[in-house]
């Protein structure tokens, strides 16, 4: 099939790269010229494991395609994706601006098309219900050609983002014509050989399957960490209480772990256009409310940590290391990274931060205008700090030298904001060590 992707950022380059793979045409359409620039040279413009390779191989096969031109990327079309972003707006509600601007392109793109073809035009961004219906009359406000709708949202991770998609756990295809139905699950067919099932739904519902999927994730997450609170105040330890809970098959194990709170470029955004839709219609969302919340508070929860160890100290003398930037292991995004909020907040205090990510410094260099000084490795970053702060659960700081850490640091202290050490092991080595719902280790108790 001929596939024009609109969008080549997280989503769109890894959807048209899995979909050139199994053997179809895919152009790659953005505005952005530098990203289409630095994927003609071969490079990608973000960090993904394996991607690089992937557009490599289908780019030489003469299966993938960059532009900025919107004409030929549109030509011969069957059928277009938008993934363009749609970030929360000002209020909170999904900014549907990039989604409407690309289907007035689509739209006469299509009207000055010569090709006879059906065209289908497929909305994977994540869009509250009843955009769909917005992007068919922003098409059809350009051309008095017939097409078809269809909503696919997309469920992959970033850092894992080739293997959910090439397995997704399924597929959800919002159709209200057979063709766009037949013709999206014949796309997707090669994806779901494992019994992995394809949902074909109507619209409306496949738009709200998205939201209440990254909602139901997000309430996971909140209610965990709102339990890790409680633990630490009752003296309960949140990993036993995490292993007692998820071994009942009907809780499960996955999104329970406690942390910094939810960050990304999804989660926080969705959960705020779901709240947006419950006051549109008169239907407060009260539970995603309380989920927002307490995520918030989750940061300052943890600095409070730092403030009262750090009690009375000068922070303009204080040299504090962070260990991981991206919102989570395995990408380069730092779109509403916990670690940002927190540098952020240590730079205002006075405090010098030096700060190693493995592969996000480009990207934290853009948010972070204050100056803060990137290390080459994990070592150097903590080179004479009297506090390190761990944000990112990145596998390379899982069983790091903690014997040269010591003799590195001006103080052996961390606040690990993803549960990454054992306390044992924290007081074997004589840590003070701060973590989220387990009790400190500190000069008190080091020795019980
Ligand atoms: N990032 C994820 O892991 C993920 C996963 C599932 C769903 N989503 C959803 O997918 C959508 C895209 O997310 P993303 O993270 O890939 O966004 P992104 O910001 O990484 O990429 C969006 C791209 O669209 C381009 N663009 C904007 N307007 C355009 C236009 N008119 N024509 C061509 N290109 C245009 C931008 O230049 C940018 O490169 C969002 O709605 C998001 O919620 C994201
Ligand atoms: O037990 C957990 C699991 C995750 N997180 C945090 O939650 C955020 C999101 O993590 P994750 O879901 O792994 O990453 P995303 O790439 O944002 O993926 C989510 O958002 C995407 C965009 O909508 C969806 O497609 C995915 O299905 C959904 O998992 C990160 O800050 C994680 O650190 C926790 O704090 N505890």
């Known amino acids: 099939m001929r596939i024009t992707m609109v969008g080549t950022g997280y989503v769109g380059l890894v959807t048209g790269t899995c979909f050139a793979n199994t053997g179809n045409q895919v152009t790659c359409l953005d505005i952005d010229q530098s990203k289409i620039e630095k994927l003609n040279n071969g490079i990608s413009p973000i960090y993904e494991p394996g991607l690089d390779e992937l557009i490599g191989r289908n780019a030489k096969a003469s299966r993938l395609h960059f532009t900025t031109d919107k004409s030929a ?14 970030p929360s707006g000002s209020d909170g509600r999904a900014n549907l601006q990039y989604v409407l601007a690309a289907a007035q392109d689509i739209g006469d793109a299509i009207e000055a098309s010569s090709d006879t073809r059906e065209k289908i035009i497929v909305v ?13 009359q922003a098409v059809a406000s350009r051309t008095s050609k017939t097409f078809h709708m269809a909503s696919n949202p997309e469920f ?13 756990d399924r597929v ?35 738009e709200m399957v998205k939201y209440a999927s990254n909602c139901m994730l997000a309430t996971k997450i909140s209610f965990i960490n709102e339990v890790a609170n409680l633990c630490e105040q009752y003296g309960a330890d949140i990993s036993e209480v995490r292993r007692g809970m998820c071994s009942d098959k009907r809780i499960g194990n996955q999104f329970l772990y406690p942390g910094l709170g939810y960050g990304g470029s999804c989660f926080p955004k969705d959960v705020l256009a779901m709240i947006s839709m419950g006051q549109d219609c008169g239907h407060p969302a009260e539970l995603l409310e309380s989920v927002h919340r307490v995520n918030q508070q989750q940061r300052d929860v943890f600095l409070t940590k730092l403030e009262s160890h750090f009690e009375g100290a000068d922070w303009s003398k204080l040299k504090i290391a962070v260990w991981g930037i991206a919102f989570k292991p ?93 306390r044992s092991t924290m007081r074997e080595y004589g840590f003070v060590y701060h973590s989220v719902g387990r009790a400190p280790i500190n000069e008190e108790n080091a020795a019980v």
């Open 124 to 136: 994977k961004s994540t869009v509250p219900v009843g955009t769909n219906i917005k992007v068919q």
């Open 330 to 422: 395995g990408t380069d995004d730092v779109r509403e990274a916990p670690s940002i909020t927190l540098i952020q907040k240590l730079l205002e205090k006075g405090a010098t931060v030096t700060a190693y990510d493995p592969v996000a410094h480009e990207t934290a260099g853009e948010v972070l205008t204050d100056s803060i000084t990137y290390a080459n490795n994990a070592i150097e970053a903590i080179n004479d700090a009297d506090a390190l702060i761990v944000c990112t659960d990145w596998s390379e700081f899982k069983n790091p030298e903690f014997e040269l850490m010591k003799d590195k640091m001006a103080t052996p202290v961390i606040f690990d904001g993803r549960n990454v050490y054992r």
């Open 73 to 86: 990327a549109y030509k011969n079309a069957e059928i277009i994706f938008i993934a363009v972003g749609t």
């Open 156 to 168: 992959l991770k970033e850092g894992a983002a080739i293997n959910d998609f090439n397995k997704p």
């Open 172 to 206: 959800v295809i919002g159709a209200h014509t057979k063709y766009a139905a037949d013709k999206m699950r014949d796309l997707y067919e090669p994806f779901v050989r494992q019994g992995n099932p394809i949902f074909i739904m109507d619209i409306p519902s496949a």
